[in-house]
């Protein structure tokens, strides 16, 4: 059947895909056949987290900051594999965190790495998309897009605060998500939006404390594993979510429900 859960063939690019989300993302997806190209700036940091390029999992230098850097990359990808059948915008940069004393420019640049990427990306691949009539966007948002931080949890742990432009600038995302799937429905393009929650980095998990003060703050009674956001993915990959555009689903643990 053509809507089964399977992306075997599918050519998909994941910005940011050497990170801490984005690599269990990338295994996910290339574990189900599919061909994953991981766009960053820095080729050893993807060595770093996938040893050496291998048939399915590949690296491709982009700058997501840089309209033309994309641009250039995603002509590139066309030129050798002449499609791209799904866009994930996982990639963002920031600086600052304090809610009372983030300068100007760590504003602007939290938000450009945030939001503004995510447009850039997907301006660049609407002509790509379009030409082909069909394709699918995949944006990485947050819990915290959809709700405020609870400060409790961060009073033992301030350097792990979330600052106030990363809450803002993926509530953005959502929207975004919502705006562009319903501008480029009518051309066989989806649109939709994943907001992971408590997924800390091992570097956070170092304190125990802080990871048993965010668990309970689940239905689940606990933080999230990187392979168990990867599922998502690969559904909304392939076929069998055809029909389902402009969503934003939240894999949180029910962080989001009360």
Not at 145 to 160: C, H, K, L, W
Not at 232 to 245: C, G, H, K, P, R
Request: charge should be negative.
């Amino acid at each position: 059947m053509s809507n089964q859960i399977n992306v075997s063939g599918k050519i998909i690019l994941v910005t940011g895909g050497y990170g801490h989300l984005g690599k269990a993302i990338v295994h996910g997806l290339a574990a189900h056949g599919a061909t994953v190209l991981v766009i960053g700036r820095e080729q050893k940091k993807f060595f770093d987290s996938f040893g050496t390029a291998s048939d399915n999992i590949l690296f491709r230098k982009g700058d997501v900051s840089s309209s033309s850097g994309i641009e250039e990359v995603f002509a590139g990808i066309i030129k050798d594999y002449n499609k791209i059948d799904v866009l994930i915008n996982n990639a963002f940069y920031s600086a600052g965190q304090s809610p009372e004393f983030m300068t100007d420019d760590e504003w602007s640049l939290g938000v450009d790495g945030a939001l503004g990427s995510v447009f850039r990306c997907i301006r660049a691949v609407i002509p790509i998309m379009k030409n082909q009539r069909s394709g699918k966007i995949i944006n990485v948002a947050s819990m915290y897009g959809m709700v405020a931080p609870d400060f409790r949890a961060y009073e033992q742990s301030p350097s792990f605060l979330n600052p106030p432009h990363y809450g803002a600038a993926k509530a953005g995302v959502i929207q975004l998500t919502r705006y562009y799937a319903s501008y480029l429905g009518l051309d066989g393009i989806t649109v939709n939006c994943v907001s992971p929650g408590p997924f800390p980095s091992e570097a956070v998990q170092a304190d125990q404390d802080f990871i048993a003060r965010l668990g309970e703050r689940t239905v689940l009674g606990r933080i999230g594993l990187p392979e168990e956001l990867s599922g998502i993915f690969v559904f909304l990959s392939s076929e069998a979510a055809n029909f389902i555009t402009g969503q934003n689903i939240a894999v949180d643990g029910g962080w989001t429900i009360r």
